[in-house]
């Protein structure tokens, strides 16, 4: 099969490790890419949102099957492009459709999706600016932290929990009078704030059938103890230590047998990854939020995991066949530490010079910013490289982390040295 991964991260770099390794695999394209995939696969001057440029080069180097990485594509609607086109309609795309994709497009969506299906998740309301009034009393009947997300894709930057009432009555006429974060906030729901720790749940479903991926728990401060402000993710780990069967069995009655189902009986069709971004509270699970694909850096210690053949799980997605495929788990733990540009993520610069990686031993290096120029390997990017170690346990893996990220230099180097310190 020749195969195209859409994305230029972690999180592609991490897939199409995994996919290259496949033996069903005849040639794997990536586009646009970054310096690590193009040791795993050809990478291609690809825009993933220019459907039109992406169909000429699927169609010249026929191309098998589509992957796709980053949400953007699929909430524009990428998968929809294809079935309606003569030419490419019989080519399987791993994501959703277009109306799937508003699970993570649109919080508004995704809420009444899980009430409608009696999913457990926060209550809420969702407000615009015609509203605004009405949004600034609902504030004043809550009582704190309060939870403002803006409705659309904001980057993993839409979501602010305050605990003063006047500052969060002036973010939110902030986000729906200035547009504070643009287009995405012209709608903003505001929920109860839920108490207890957070994790992530996968699956790949053919949405009919689905396999259960590793647990996995992600850091998304800049700072130590998870302070200061958000980013797209510091480090990650896998399997989550808190999470037990008993737990797991709540997961999959409670959340991930009604979404699969819920999409069923709404007539949603679904190819491919769905991430259930869940918090624990008193030793039950809730929807904070769904993406449509996996998440990063939770992907770098995920995808590792798995010891089955991922194209092979593909094609059973592509197929309707997944229910005869096995999902093989490594039991190690596997953690990863992200590497950032001093600064992020706010103000930061890029192409600074990476050296030292050839030092790297007991660890993957899955690349996020970077590109290639001259022979060398340089940063292009907030989030530089994620270092994804296994371990007999969380512990063992990120002391090899640890000891990789320190043998990697590059100019105002970052990284938070207490992954997992949450965790037992």
Known sequence: MNVLVLGSG?????????????????????????????????????????????????LDKKVSMLVVGPEDPLVNGIHDYFLADNQLKHIPVIGPQKEAAQLEGSKEYAKEFMFRHKIPTAKYQSFSADTLKEGLAFLEEMTPPYVLKADGLAAGKGVLILNDLSEAKAELTAMLKDAKFGAASAKVVIEEFLDGIELSVFVLTDGESYKILPTAKDYKRIGEGDTGLNTGGMGAVSPVPFVDDKFMAKVENQIIKPTVDGLKVDNIPYKGFI?????????????????????????????????????????????????????????????????????????????????????????????????????????????????????????????????????????????RKDIGFDLK
Not at 36 to 57: H, I, M, R, W, Y
Not at 322 to 348: F, H, Q
């Open 10 to 58: 972690g999180r592609e770099h991490a897939i199409s490790w995994k996919l290259s390794q496949s033996t069903i695999l005849n040639k794997l394209y990536i586009a646009p890419g970054n310096a690590g995939t193009s040791q795993v696969g050809e990478n291609v001057a690809l825009n993933p949102n220019n459907f039109d440029e992406v169909k000429a080069f699927v």
């Open 275 to 415: 991430f259930f971004g869940l918090i624990k509270v008193k030793g039950n699970p809730f929807v904070i939020e769904y993406n449509v694909r996996m998440g990063d850096p939770e992907t770098e210690v995920v995808i590792p995991r798995i010891k089955s053949d991922l194209l092979d799980l593909f094609d059973g997605v592509a197929l309707n066949s997944l229910s005869e495929k096995d999902l093989e788990i490594d039991p190690r733990a596997a953690t990863t530490v992200m590497l950032v540009s001093g600064g992020y993520p706010e103000a930061y610069e890029k192409g600074k010079e990476i050296s030292g990686l050839q030092n790297v031993e007991n660890t993957i290096v899955f690349h996020a910013g970077t590109k290639s120029e001259n022979g060398k390997v340089l940063s292009n990017g907030g989030r530089v490289m994620a270092l994804t170690s296994y371990g007999r346990d969380m512990k063992d893996a990120l002391a090899k982390s640890y000891a990789s990220a320190d043998k990697v230099c590059f100019d105002n180097i970052y990284f």
